[in-house]
T-cell receptor, first 117, second 115 residues
Framework: GAGVSQSPSNKVTEKGKDVELRCDPI?????LYWYRQSLGQGLEFLIY????????KSGLPSDRFSAERTGGSVSTLTIQRTQQEDSAVYLCASSPAPLGQGEDTQYFGPGTRLTVL | QKEVEQNSGPLSVPEGAIASLNCTYS??????FFWYRQYSGKSPELIMF????GDKEDGRFTAQLNKASQYVSLLIRDSQPSDSATYLCAGGGGVTTDSWGKLQFGAGTQVVVTP
């Protein structure tokens, strides 16, 4: 596809269940980012990948959160034992190279709206 | 204290006027600054970036960076109703390669352009 895609678009789950969110970046983009946005809030950085490696995981809110990227392409964000405070829109973005390295383009996916009951 | 601060607004601007948005940051190690626009219910889009002190112009948008005072601003000239959105300021990209790509975001300023 031409843009960043995410699936599912909506996910409703019960507290305590695990969820997996998927992101397909733009082909050839080496940098991939995960953010979350709670209602009426700004963006919260979670993690970014350069290729398959994540130089900085400090944005992950707790050890219930993990992410991986394989083949320099698709990434999955996994939340274990979901809590109500995990409810948010989870956004994925990609760029040809990491921002802050002279890269000035970044494209966002449509997001996954997660609701934990 | 958040690392990146913005006034939440709303900032009401008459059509055709200049909208001025400000952002301050606390991390002196931040090297790169970005402005995003987010329409209600939509994903953000990156509209401007700035790395050097001074002004950077792109069409109707001008970003200004003052590292000594630790502030970034965005000017929108000839504001149009289509500019009504929330504008997010972000900073990051320090001197180490591990920090590239990690941005801290402000909560955003809502701009309303009135016809």
């Amino acid at each position: 596809g031409a843009g960043v895609s995410q699936s599912p678009s909506n996910k409703v789950t019960e507290k305590g269940k695990d969820v997996e969110l998927r992101c397909d970046p733009i082909s050839g983009h080496t940098a991939l980012y995960w953010y979350r946005q709670s209602l009426g809030q700004g963006l919260e950085f979670l993690i970014y990948f350069q290729g398959n490696s994540a130089p900085d995981k400090s944005g992950l809110p707790s050890d219930r959160f993990s992410a991986e990227r394989t083949g320099g392409s698709v990434s999955t964000l996994t939340i274990q034992r979901t809590q109500q405070e995990d409810s948010a829109v989870y956004l994925c973005a990609s760029s040809p190279a990491p921002l802050g390295q002279g890269e000035d383009t970044q494209y966002f996916g449509p997001g996954t709206r997660l609701t934990v009951l | 204290q958040k690392e990146v601060e913005q006034n939440s607004g709303p900032l009401s601007v008459p059509e055709g006027a200049i909208a001025s948005l400000n952002c301050t940051y606390s991390d002196r190690g931040s090297q790169s600054f970005f402005w995003y626009r987010q329409y209600s219910g939509k994903s953000p889009e990156l509209i401007m970036f700035i790395y050097s002190n001074g002004d950077k112009e792109d069409g109707r948008f001008t970003a200004q960076l003052n590292k000594a005072s630790q502030y970034v601003s965005l000017l929108i000239r000839d504001s149009q109703p289509s500019d009504s959105a929330t504008y997010l300021c972000a900073g990051g990209g320090g001197v180490t390669t591990d920090s590239w790509g990690k941005l801290q975001f402000g909560a955003g300023t809502q701009v309303v352009v009135t016809p």
